[in-house]
Structure formats: structure tokens, C-alpha cells
């Protein structure tokens, strides 16, 4: 059966084969026991046909004995013979001694024998002696045993032959049935075996057609399409793959495309297929066909094995294009691509290089990198990375290496040193980045290095001079730590022991004063005043410098300061009939209580300098915001002052009007500019004598972002 | 045995103890006063040992303490009568010529009930004084411990 049968119609065809079979054994088993059935049947048959006519012929013999012996009457005489010979013929039979008891045939004996006795005695014509011995009952007694010992074995053989009967009976039924199934099982079979044989037929026949159609596409196709067997030799190739490698339609045998292969591509493509062939798997490759006479062109061949029914390694199939044009571009394109790569790789003027990173060499430098490092590229190429690293950069370069190639990064970017040629240092921006991996362990980066030798020797520079700077810088500040603690000491020991001398002047030129109250003369009083006098100027002067040390040595607690608030506080220090004028002053950044010093400052300056008007006007306005600065203008309608002695305004103890005229110690402006220059700003005065003056200020706006 | 003032003048320079005694004089309140040179003389007298051991047992009204003192200064001396539990309550005023405001904030942050700048015109020094001590010795109800008056 083809593999074209359906399983069912197996199974079925089966099924009816393994019936028939059967029904075949059975029939064979059965009609042997029926013919040993009625082979029992028919011994039985005979035995009975024996033992019925010998009880007869016996019971014949022994009436006609009696009527003789009674009558004496030949009639008699010849029954009795009669009876008598066949008897004994039976009894001759040896099948009657199997048909009957064994007992029977020697008491049949006797009886013979009792019988010819008395007759012979009545024919001696002794009748008494004859049927005395009749009396004697021996025959009667002997006779009724016969019978009764036959008709035993009788009755018993005729049950069985009714059996028997009935069996052979059943078995010929059975016989039947079998033989009808075993008919219909064979008429089953034959019509399956025959529908099958002409499904196949057909089926072979759809297959042969579609298999020609396969193969005139194939042939068609522009693909070449080849199967060889085990051993190289062809089984099929098709049109395209013939004329791809100039072959006949005949078998060119296992070798013949060798030599068509390019040389170049030959020992690589044996060595390919080779391994394929040992390992029985697929394979692809890329070579170029040389036909004599004709250009070379590439092809891709992909094979893979084949297998028979049984899975047994057949040969191979496969497939074989010609790639010739894509491939020929893609190889162009390639190497325009590698030229372009080259030229930027060569004119480079960072180093450049494909470093085996597993074997800290370098596989190729370009010129810049041979100038960096100063030697010839084949010397560079020789070289083991490791030693041409600096010591104390080692261990950071390993780490790069090894993590690299552990596929833990893929690349890095950090600062060491290379020895030159020439044995000097030089410090390189290395970048690396992995380019591919193999799977022994083998990692190809490309590799840049900068020379930052210059870079870090400035950078070297600056750090020793940015250290050597904080050095003198903390320098200083101990300096102006240590300044600062004396100023203090100074300061306070100004403000106490300064103080209590002229303290003790006065109060004892007092007490001299409160002594002399009867005696003392006029000039004696003037004089104790002078005392008196001198020494509360000094204890003024005093708490100014103090004032003005104070402002210098502060720190400054810098905030938002509302001036409009802090200047109209201020106003109301001063007496009421002056008339003042307060712009809009928003709001600096400073600290509240040295800007409201210098704001007192100024505007008691401008009180103090326009007293001799009849109307003191004095106002104070922001006049300018610009660049992140406030200008402030307190002006007044008082005496002014000479310009040409501006500069001194501002100075320590500088006046330019006498004491006489305006009391103050001359340190009040100078307070003022110092509280300004503090917070970054400027001050400036303008007046004409006679006519007022204005005293600028500049201060800084609001910070970004300062709490409003 | 020496006897109670019911005020205790820590000043070291004679000149001020003259001027303020003067000042003192001035309001009838001179022999309430018990004046010490420095620091050290001032918490013996105040915790009655040393010199002071055995003085009667009862506080100042008032203690004019000067800031700038041998041996302890007015700081030191000012801290020590408040961490004592027996002096903690006793009135100090600071009587110094300093106007820095970094003495005058520590002397409040370590107790003190009073700052006054000592004035430079003597008039307005006699003043100053003499005030201080009428409020604090006569007018002021002082902690219990104190020595009171006898007439009131």
C-alpha cells in the first residue's frame, strides 16, 4: 500500500484480513469435529446394528429349543439351528465384543452350550434327562442376564446417538454462519482493495502531473536550484543553476565546480562546506563563478541537507543566486566608505587607534598618534600598552580595560599618561568605545587620545597658585583676624578708660565749682566751665569715633529695608517747624540700623545747617533707579557750601564751618560714607554757598526673589 | 564684724568711688553704701566668705557693678550671683562708662535689672546716680533676703 492510503482504509483492510482469517481457522475447526462427530455416530450406529439382531438370533434359538425339546418337532429343530448359526456368526464379529458387555459373549457361550446339551438329550430321545435340565432353570436365569446386560448397554448408546445427533446438527449450523461471514469479509476486502488501487492510480496520476508542472517552474526559475546525493553527484539542477556555472544536463560529477570557483574565494568556500558536510547542516557562502572567457560573478549559494523516509542523511539541496550586481555596489560603497575612514583616520590631529583591548596593544595608529608618542607605527604596534602607561595611572586604565571587555561598559573616557620615545611623560585625554567582541575574549575599540600635557601643566600651574593664593588669603585674614581683635580691644578700651578720666574732670572741677560756691570770683568760674567744657567735647568726640568704628567693624545684617518707614521715624526726632518733604523711597536691600544712622546723619546735617533760615525746608527723594541701584537726594535750603572743598566733606574730622557757627566734631558725613561704601554704593553732595545743598546716595535695590 | 549696707559699689577706680559716693551723698545715702575694688572682693562679700566670712546674713537692695574689673570683671561677677541660688533675686545694676551694645546685651542676657552709661557731665552723673540709688535702696521693695529699712 502506497503512502498515498489513507490510514482508515488500512485499518479497515486490516480488520477484514485478520476476520477472514479467522472465520477460515474457525470453519477448518469446526468441520473437523463434525466429521468426528458423525464418525462416533455412525460406530455407535453399528454397534447397535449387532447387538440388536444377536439378542434376536439368541432369543430365535432358545424358543425353538424349547419347542423342540417340547414337541420334538423338526420345525422346531430348524428354528433352533437357525437362531443358533447366527449367533454364533455374530459373535464371531470382534466388533460385538467391543458393542457389548464383556461379560456377555462367555454366559452366550453357556447358553450355547445348555441349549445343544438338552437338544442332543431329546434326540437321544432321553426327554426327562432333557427337561430336567431345562428345569434346573440355569437357562432361564442365564438367558434373562443377556438381555438385560444388552439392553443396558443399548438404551445407553442409543442417548448418546440422540446427542450426538443433536450436536452434529449445531456444528453444521455453525459451519454456515461461518462460512456465509468469510464469504461477506471477502467481498468487503476485495472492494476496499479495490477502491484503494484506484484511488492510488488516480492519485499517482495527479502527482505525476503536478510533479511535471514543480519541475517545469523550477526549471523556469530564475533562482538556481540544486540536489545532489551523498556522494556530490546530481540528482537534479535546474536551468538557472546549470547556466550559472556552464553545466550540461548531464551529471558533471561531485568536483566540477571547483575549478569555476575564484581562487580567492576557493580555499575559504572548501573549507565552509567541508565543515558543513562532516557536520551534516546548512550552509551559505558568497564566492565569485569564473567561466572561461567570461567576467567573474558573485553568487550566493545556501544548501541544506536532506533526508530520506527514515531520516537517514540523503544529500543535499539547495539554492545558488547570482548577487553580482548588489554585491559589486556594496563592495564599491565599502570601499569609498574605508577611503573616507582612512582619510579622516590619517588627517586626524587627535591620535587615533583600534586597540586590541584584551592584548593592550594597539592593531593600527594613525600619524598624529606616532607624533604623540613618538615613535614609528610599527614600533607603536609592537608595544604593550601597559608598559607605556604611567605607573600611577595604571590601575585606573586596567579597570577601564577590564570592565570594557567584561561588558560592563562599552567605552570610557578619562586622563593618563603615556611615555614617549624619548622617555618624557605626556598626559592624553584618552576616549575609547567598543567597536566589536569575539567570543574568545577579544574586545576592538577605537581609541582617541588628546595631548593635554599643556593644559595640565597650567592646570598645574593654577592649582599652586590658587593654593599658594588661599595660603596668603588665609594669611591675611589672620592678619586682619588679629587687626580687627586690637581695633576691638582698642575700641573698648577708647570707650572706657578714655571716658572716665574726662568722666572724673568734669565731675571734679564740678565738685570744685559746688566748693568754691561762696568764694569763687567770676574768672575762677570761667575757668572751671572751660575744664567743664573741654572735657564733655572730648567725651563727644569720643562716642563719634566710637560711632564711626562701629559702622566700619560691624557686620552688616543685610535685608530688605522699607526707607519710606525708616526715614519718616526719623522726622519725627526734629522739631516741627521744620518743613519736610518725603517722597516715595521704597524699599533697598541693607541693614536697617546703619542706613537709619546714615539717614539721621544727613538729615540732622540738614537741620542743623538751614536752622538760620526763617523757613527750613527739607526733603528727601528717590531721584533715580537704574542698573539695580537707588539714588537718594536729601536736600536742604540751608547755608551750602564752597564746592572747591567737596573732597573734604566726607573725611574724618573734616569741617568747613567754624565750630563757632555749627557745633559737631566733623565726623557725622564721614559716618554717612562709610555706612554707603559699605553697602556698595556711592555719596555725593552739590550745593552753591549760601543757597542749600544736596547730598546724594546710591544703594542697592531689592535682591531677585526678596521677601516682599 | 562687719555690718550690712543695703548697698554693695563694685568700682575699682577711686576717683568713681568719690564721684559716686559724692552722687550718693548727695541723696542722704551714703552710709547705706559698702564699696568693694574688685571682682573677687565683691562675691566675697556677696556669698559672705573670705574677708566677708561670718558677715550678717541678709542681701543688698541694690549692687552697683562696674564692668571693667581686676582679677573677675563685672561679666564674671553678674553670672555668678544668678547661678547662686541665695543671690539670684538681688537687684544688679551695671554702672560702667562702656556704651557698646555687646556689653549691654550680654549684661541683660545675664541678668542684670539695669544698664546705666556712667555721664560724662558731672552734673548729669550725680543725677544718674543719685536716682538709681533712691529707687533701688528706698523706693524698690527688695527680694526677700534682703536687709530693709529700718524706718519703714
Redesign the interface.
Known sequence: MDSSSSLPHRIGAGIALVALLGAAAFSVVATRQARQTIELRRTLRDRLSLVLPFESALTQAESGQRGYLLTAEPAYLDTYEHGRTQVQALMADPRLAQAVDPSVLPLAQVKLDEMAETVALRQAARPEAALARVREGSGLHLMSRIRELCNDRVLADQDRLDLLNRQVHTELGHIAACLLATLGLAGLFLGTTLSETWRRRKTQRTLRWQEARYRTLVDHLPVGIFELDQTGHTIYRNAAQRSLFGFSDADPGPDAWRPLVHPEDLPRVSESLAAALREVRAFHDEYRICKSGEPERWVRVEGRPSFGPDGEHIGYFGTLIDIHSEKTQMLAAREAQEAHHRAFFELATAGLALTDLAARRFLSVNEAMCQLMGYSPEELLELDLVELTHPDDRARSEAALRRCIDGEIIGDRYEKRYRRKDGSWIWVDLSFALMRKDSEGGAIAATIAVDITERKSIEAEMIALNSELEHRVAQRTRELTDANRELEAF??SV???L??P???L??????LERHLTQTADEKTKHYLNRI?NA??TM?ALI?DL?AFS?MSRQELRTGAVDLDALVKGIVEEFPDHIHWSIGSLGRVHGDASMLRQAFRNLMSNAVKFSRESSTPAISVTLEEQRNGRHVYCVQDNGVGFDMTYRDKLFGVFQRLHPESQFEGTGIGLAIVARVVHRHGGDVWAESTLGHGARFYLSLPALEQGEAA | MTTTKRILLVED?P??VE?TL?ALATHQLVNEVVVVNDGVAALDYLFRQGAFEGREASNPALVMLD??LPRLNGHEVLRAIRQNPATANVPVVIL??????ADLAQGYHEGANAYVV??????D??EAVGQLGVFWALVNEPPAGSLRRMDS
Open positions: 575700641s573698648y570707650s572706657h578708660d571716658r572716665a574726662l568722666r572724673h568734669d565731675g571734679f572741677a564740678g565738685l567743664g572735657a564733655r567725651g562716642d566710637l562701629r | 577706680s576717683s568713681d564721684l559724692e564692668l571693667k560702667t562708662s562702656s556704651r557698646e551694645e556712667k555721664p560724662v557731665h558731672f552734673k552723673f550725680i
